[in-house]
């Protein structure tokens, strides 16, 4: 989180509280130069921490990207375990930086496939940042929708059978309290990049009123810039969550 852009923007009004990125496209970025697609996640990986460091500026508070799906592992197994490589080298590489400039570092998903160093570089990266507030980072990774009700509902469930939980009072509030997200607010916009226009399990029951954004952008390109005007549109939207107009 070094060299850090000279030029600090206005934050702008009406900026979402919480923008969510599927960062799809890297593949073809590679593949675009003739190069290996893992060309392409560590490019993409760049673009995480120029992101990442334009949140202040823009005047994003929680930022949740989509790194590796329960759906990812169907992937050739160099390009997986090429990805779990590059999720040590950011951390092990950003730490520092992270601590430094007030980044709070979690990370949603089941880890339990993931292999150990990783998970335990993962609670140090989650502990060391814990008392940071400048910005919220949220690192989805063997991360799936489907996947985390499915593990809420199991734990509910258990709880139930253990005499923890009155089963008569579960409501929405109940479930949103068992998933991996329970602390961070709903997202506000949630942004697909590479043209694709589909959710991809991700955020299911949090994105119920998100607005989305689905650019063309391949991930690898998607600068400062290119985020700044994405939320600059989000800015200008009505929502209103199933209602009216005042
Ligand atoms: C989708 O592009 C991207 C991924 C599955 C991996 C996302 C990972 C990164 C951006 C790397 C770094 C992340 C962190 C947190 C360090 P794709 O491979 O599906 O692209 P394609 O659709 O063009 O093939």
């Known amino acids: 989180m070094s060299d850090r852009h000279p030029t600090v923007e206005a934050p702008i009004p009406n900026c979402p509280k919480h923008v969510a990125i599927i960062m799809d496209g890297n593949g073809r970025w590679a ?3 003739g190069k290996p697609r893992l060309f392409g996640h560590h490019a993409g990986a760049k673009r995480v921490k120029e992101i990442v460091r334009a949140c202040p500026d823009v005047g994003v508070k929680y930022l949740t990207i989509f790194a590796f ?86 734990e509910m469930a258990c709880d139930v059978a253990s005499g923890k939980l009155d089963p008569t009072s579960v409501d929405e509030t109940t ?26 399990n991700f955020l299911l029951w949090q994105s119920a009123y998100s607005e989305y954004e689905f650019i063309d952008t391949l991930w690898p390109d998607f600068t400062s810039d290119v985020f700044r005007s ?8 009505e929502r209103r969550f199933g209602g009216v107009k005042a």
Request: charge should be positive; hydrophobic fraction near 35%.
């Open 69 to 154: 799906s329960t759906e990812n592992w169907k992937r050739t197994q160099s390009e997986v375990s090429g990805l779990m490589s590059l999720f040590r080298r950011y951390i092990s590489a950003e730490m520092k930086g992270l601590v430094k400039e007030g980044v709070r570092v979690r990370f949603i998903g089941d880890r339990v496939r993931l292999d150990g160093k990783l998970q335990a570089m993962m609670d140090d990266l989650e502990r060391r940042t814990e008392h940071n507030e400048k910005v919220h980072l949220t690192i989805a990774i063997n991360y799936g929708g489907r996947d985390e009700v499915a593990r809420a509902v199991k």
């Open 175 to 200: 479930l949103t309290g068992y998933l991996d997200t329970r602390v961070l607010p709903d997202p506000d916009l949630v942004i697909r990049t590479s043209g694709e226009a589909r959710i991809s």
């Open 31 to 33: 593949q675009a130069q």
């Open 230 to 237: 994405c939320v600059s549109r989000f800015a200008g939207r």
